[in-house]
């Protein structure tokens, strides 16, 4: 399975969770409580099932909260992986990551299933095993991709964080980029012209 080489980021991101335990028993409107986590409430499977720390306040999303990841997973998160979600106050039931729904500059984003309402999980694009097709896609229309959400915060003391015309991440993928193309084609129903020919 491809996987991104972060280039500019190898060996920057913590591995421990960023956000401190919040004294429940005072208001402070600097540094409110986390919210709710989703109620994901998959039977513990054979696989294995990862705890991801998330930040303690989501954004809303089209459909649903969306949580982002906060610190490095123990691997790479890619879809149909069971996980935990843990903020610095609670933790969530087991969910599975499931089809993207987002793709950015810097972030991918997964449907999480396994509870009764909708939510998301958004992983910086280092810490994520992407499908050759989205991988490609990455790569090929890298400058076409929303620029925001902006990057984690592991990331922003990175120089090439700055360049809006490079793309500073690198994939291993094994598939015929011209197969991939024609893939694309087929789902965005656009056509690939050969290079020279004219369109009428």
Known sequence: MPRPIPNAFQNTAPRSGIAEQ??????????????????????????????????????????????????RPEKQLSANQYIVLKTSTRTSGVGRLSTLNGLFRHWAQFVVAGGPTPCSLRVPIPWVCLSPIECHTHSTRYLTLPKTPA??????????????????????????????????????????????????
Request: glycine residues 4%; negative net charge.
């Open 22 to 71: 919040q004294d429940s028993s005072r208001w402070d409107p600097q540094n409110p409580p986390s919210f709710p986590l989703p109620r994901l409430c998959l039977k513990d499977m054979d696989d294995d099932v990862i705890e991801v720390q998330v930040f303690d306040r989501p954004t809303t999303g089209r459909r649903g909260m969306v949580w982002a990841v906060a610190a």
């Open 151 to 200: 990057p984690h915060p592991a990331f922003l003391s990175n120089p090439l964080i700055a360049k809006d015309d490079e793309n500073p991440y690198e994939f291993e993928v094994w598939e015929d980029s011209a197969v991939l193309d024609l893939r694309l084609a087929r789902i965005y129903n656009i056509t690939i012209w050969p290079e020279g020919a004219r369109r009428h």
